[in-house]
Structures are given as structure tokens and as C-alpha cells.
T-cell receptor
């Protein structure tokens, strides 16, 4: 079975400081992992994806994530938070290539 | 990138009526689309897999007679909430894939059942 656990339901950071959103996964086989962002009342936007290529994945808007098999983690990071980064972030694991299972989400607040 | 649209974006209906939500892939063909449901401040829950030309596959606990899915063409899937009740009020989101393991999500449809 596939699942993801987002360890923090809410994260607050000051503008200009680093962002860390944590995600752990469980999968019966080599997983594909994704991070999506959802701004209020908006649809989901793909930030980045890991599909068994490079373990350090770079995404849009300065975000990146590192796949660590030994730790079953896929944490999302950004060196410097921007006000526009405030949103809900979802870690996702895929099954059969296109069935997605979402984590519970992490709400990111950026303090000016 | 690929674009997925949904219509309507907002719908309010009376209890007992049926509501149809459309999901379209605008610039690509999708043999498979997915329907999700999201309650306020909660995550997305996969409801069903919509397969073009065949029956949808429903996740455990999702009533197939309540949530009718039709995938009549390679660019259109519809979700019909039949005999809607207030507890069906939610945010419904569809997705479609352009390439392997990349899903593009629609903007969502907010349903309010009075």
C-alpha cells in the first residue's frame, strides 16, 4: 500500500528565511513522489516530481526536494521564503503511475 | 503546460437535485481522468478513476450510484452528483495526465447543497 505522512499541519516562517516542509512515504515498491501547491480557492500546481532519476529534484519558484530512500523521506525546501509562497502544500505518492494519494497537507504561513 | 478545465466553478443547488460537473482536457487527450473530493481544510481524497469508453473505477467507500461518472470522449469526463444532500457539499477536483506520472489538475468545482 502507498501512503504519505506530512509531519506538520502548519509551518510559519519569516520572509527571507528557509522553508522546510516534511514528508515521509511508505510504498511497496519504488515510488514516484510529487509536491503540489494550492493557493486559496485555486487549483493545484505541480512544484516538482521524483520518478527514480536524480534524488535531488529542483522545481519551480526555487523549491527543491531530496528523495532519501534510507529515511523514506521527500522533504520540500526553499532557501528563502517569499510572501507569495504562503499556501497549502501537498506531498503525493502515485500508484500505477497515475493514481495519486495525497498527504494531509501543510499550511505555510510567511510572516513579513 | 497542459490545461484542464472544470465547469461550473461554483454551483448551489437544492437538496434532492442532481448536479453535473464537467472536466475537460483542453489541449491534450486523456484516456484516464481522476476525480477527487476535498473538504474544507482537508486533503484531497481520490474518489474514482474515469476511463474513456468504459466504466469508472471507484475507491472503497465511494457510492457509484451516488457519483455517476461518464467519460464519453478523450477530452471530457463528467461527474454527476445524484440526489444531492448537504453532506455532499464539497470541493470537487479532477485531474488528467499528459505524460506518464504527471497529472494536471482542474481548478475545482465548489458545490453547496442547501
Amino acid at each position: 500500500a502507498q501512503s504519505v505522512t506530512q509531519l506538520d499541519s502548519h509551518v510559519s516562517v519569516s520572509e527571507g528565511t528557509p522553508v522546510l516542509l516534511r514528508c515521509n512515504y511508505s510504498s511497496s515498491y519504488s515510488p514516484s513522489l510529487f509536491w503540489y501547491v494550492q493557493h486559496p480557492n485555486k487549483g493545484l500546481q505541480l512544484l516538482l516530481k521524483y520518478t527514480s532519476a536524480a534524488t535531488l529534484v529542483k522545481g519551480i519558484n526555487g523549491f527543491e526536494a531530496e528523495f532519501k530512500k534510507s529515511e523514506t523521506s521527500f522533504h520540500l525546501t526553499k532557501p528563502s521564503a517569499h510572501m507569495s509562497d504562503a499556501a497549502e502544500y501537498f506531498c503525493v505518492v502515485s500508484k500505477r503511475g497515475n493514481q495519486f494519494y495525497f498527504g494531509t497537507g501543510t499550511s505555510l504561513t510567511v510572516i513579513p | 503546460g497542459a490545461v484542464v478545465s472544470q465547469h461550473p466553478s461554483w454551483v448551489i443547488c437544492k437538496s434532492g437535485t442532481s448536479v453535473k460537473i464537467e472536466c475537460r482536457s483542453l489541449d491534450f487527450q486523456a484516456t484516464t481522468m481522476f476525480w477527487y473530493r476535498q473538504f474544507p481544510k482537508q486533503s484531497l481524497m481520490l474518489m474514482a478513476t474515469s476511463n474513456e469508453g468504459s466504466k469508472a473505477t471507484y475507491e472503497q467507500g465511494v457510492e457509484k450510484d451516488k457519483f455517476l461518472i461518464n467519460h464519453a470522449s478523450l477530452t471530457l469526463s463528467t461527474l454527476t452528483v445524484t440526489s444531492a444532500h448537504p453532506e455532499d457539499s464539497s470541493f470537487y477536483i479532477c485531474s488528467a495526465g499528459l505524460e506518464w506520472e504527471t497529472q494536471y489538475f482542474g481548478p475545482g468545482t465548489r458545490l453547496l447543497v442547501l
